[in-house]
C-alpha cells in the first residue's frame, strides 16, 4: 500500500487514529443492521437508507448499505477481504490514509484506508474512508447491482440523471473514453462519477469522505519517555565544523536535534503548556519557551510513530539575530556567529567539500543536494549595514 499524508486539517487536527479501540458510532451500527439484513432489503427500502443527498457519502452494493467514514471492522463485517496481495500487518501512520485493495466474491474494490488517531494504527484500527468501485473492469454490473443516492444505479444512469439528481458538479473532466462529474463539499469530502462514452453510462464512482466521526475516540497518550529522548547526550563543547550539530544558545550546549526536556533542564519554562499537551505521532507543534524573560518561538516535532508529550519532542533550529537580544546569544561549531564574514564562510566550506548556495541576502551551506533542507546552517546578510558580515545565523538538523 502507497501512504501518503493528508495535507490539510479536518475537525481539530486531522489526524490520529487509536491504536487501542474505536468508539462506536451511527455508521457502525446502521452497517452491521445492515449486514445482518443483507440480501433482505427491497428496492425501495435501499432507496429510503440512501436517501438523495450526494454528500452523504453513502453507497448500495448489492443490497448493503455503505456509509463512509466507517470502521475497518464494519467493512469487513460485510464480507469484504484484504486481498492477499496487501500486507495485512501494514501500519498507518497518524494523518495518513493508503488505496488498498478488498475482494468480495468476483468483485474487487479499493479502499481508502485512513488513521485520524494520535498514534500509529494496524489497518483493524483504522477507519475506511472512501471506495472506489469501477464497473469498468473490475465489477460485473450485470450480476452486481451498485446504487448511490437518488436511486441511481452504476451501469444503468445517464450524464443526464446523474445532473437531475445532483445538480450540476463542482468540476467536469472530459477524456477520451469517459466524462467525470466531481461534487466536492469540502478538501477530501468529494464523489466522483466516470460515465462512459461508449454506452453513455456511469460505470465507475470513486467516493471520499475523511470528515472525523462524532465522538471519535482518538486514542491515548503513552506516559512512557521514549528511547530517542532518553538516549539523547548533551554535548561537552562545541565541534571544529560548521555543521557539527552542537550548538550553543543562551549559554548551554545543545546538539540539534534536541528535546525540549534538555531546554527544560536548562531553565527554560513552557508557556501555556496546558493548550498542548501532546504532540501527535509524527506531528508538530509551535510553542513558546521563556528563559532569563526572554520568550522564543519554537517549532517542535514529534519523531515518534505515537503521542507523546510536548518536552519529548524535538527542536530542530535555533536562530540568532542582530535585531535580538544580545543575551540570547548563540553560536555555532567553528566558532561562528553574528559578524562571521561571508568571503570566510564559503571558504571554509569549500575546504570540506560543502555547497555554498547564495540567494538574495542569504548563504545557506549544506553538505550535499540530498541534505539541502535537512541539515545545513544559514547566514543573513543586511545590506543596509554590512553585506559581507553574518546578521543572523542559523542552524536546522533533523
Not at 483493524?124 to 450480476?143: A, K, M, N, Q
Not at 453510462?201 to 466521526?213: A, M, S
Not at 533542507?373 to 546578521?391: G, L, P, T
Request: hydrophobic share 35%; aromatic share 10%; glycine share 6%.
Amino acid at each position: 500500500m502507497k501512504m501518503k499524508t493528508l495535507a490539510m486539517v479536518l475537525t481539530a487536527c486531522m489526524m490520529m487514529a487509536p491504536v487501542s479501540a474505536f468508539a462506536a458510532d451511527a455508521t457502525e451500527e446502521a452497517a452491521a443492521e445492515t449486514t445482518e439484513a443483507a440480501g433482505e432489503a427491497t428496492d425501495s427500502e435501499i432507496a429510503e437508507g440512501l436517501g438523495d443527498d450526494i454528500y452523504s457519502f453513502s453507497m448500495e452494493f448489492d443490497g448493503q448499505i455503505m456509509k463512509f467514514p466507517m470502521t475497518y471492522q464494519a467493512f469487513t463485517d460485510m464480507g469484504w477481504e484484504l486481498s492477499s496481495r496487501e500486507d495485512p500487518d501494514t501500519k498507518v501512520s497518524t494523518n495518513s490514509y493508503g488505496l488498498m485493495t478488498f475482494n468480495k466474491g468476483a468483485s474487487s474494490v479499493y479502499a481508502d484506508v485512513i488513521n485520524l488517531g494520535i498514534n500509529e494504527a494496524g489497518l483493524e484500527d483504522c477507519l475506511i474512508g472512501g471506495i472506489t468501485v469501477d464497473g469498468s473492469y473490475d465489477i460485473d454490473l450485470s450480476t452486481v447491482s451498485v446504487k448511490l443516492p437518488g436511486g441511481l444505479e452504476l451501469g444503468k444512469a445517464t450524464l443526464d440523471d446523474i445532473k437531475a439528481a445532483y445538480g450540476e458538479p463542482s468540476d467536469t473532466y472530459e477524456g477520451d473514453l469517459y466524462t467525470k462529474l466531481t461534487y466536492e463539499k469540502d478538501s477530501y469530502q468529494e464523489v466522483e462519477l466516470s460515465v462512459y462514452k461508449d454506452d453513455n453510462t456511469l460505470k465507475e464512482v470513486d467516493l471520499r469522505n475523511f470528515e472525523e466521526p462524532e465522538d471519535y475516540d482518538k486514542g491515548t497518550v503513552s506516559d512512557e519517555v521514549p528511547d530517542i529522548v532518553t538516549s539523547y547526550e548533551t554535548p561537552t563543547a562545541l565541534g571544529d565544523d560548521m555543521l557539527d550539530t552542537a550548538v550553543e544558545y543562551m549559554g548551554d550546549l545543545y546538539s540539534l536535534p534536541a528535546p525540549v526536556s534538555a531546554f527544560t533542564a536548562n531553565g527554560w519554562e513552557i508557556q501555556d503548556a496546558e493548550d498542548t499537551p501532546y504532540v501527535e505521532g509524527g506531528g508538530i507543534a509551535f510553542i513558546d519557551m521563556m528563559k532569563n524573560n526572554q520568550s522564543i518561538h519554537f517549532s517542535v516535532y514529534n519523531e515518534t510513530e505515537n503521542a507523546t508529550a510536548l518536552e519529548n519532542c524535538f527542536v530542530r533550529e535555533l536562530s540568532f539575530a542582530t535585531y535580538d537580544p544580545e543575551s540570547i546569544e548563540m553560536k555555532l561549531s567553528g566558532d561562528i556567529t553574528l559578524g562571521a564574514d561571508k568571503a570566510e564562510l564559503i571558504k571554509r566550506a569549500d575546504e570540506k567539500g560543502y555547497i555554498s548556495e547564495e540567494n538574495d541576502d542569504y548563504l545557506r551551506i549544506y553538505p550535499n543536494k540530498d541534505a539541502k533542507i535537512r541539515n545545513y546552517v544559514e547566514f543573513w546578510f543586511n545590506k543596509d549595514e554590512d553585506s559581507n558580515k553574518a546578521a543572523s545565523v542559523t542552524a536546522h538538523h533533523e
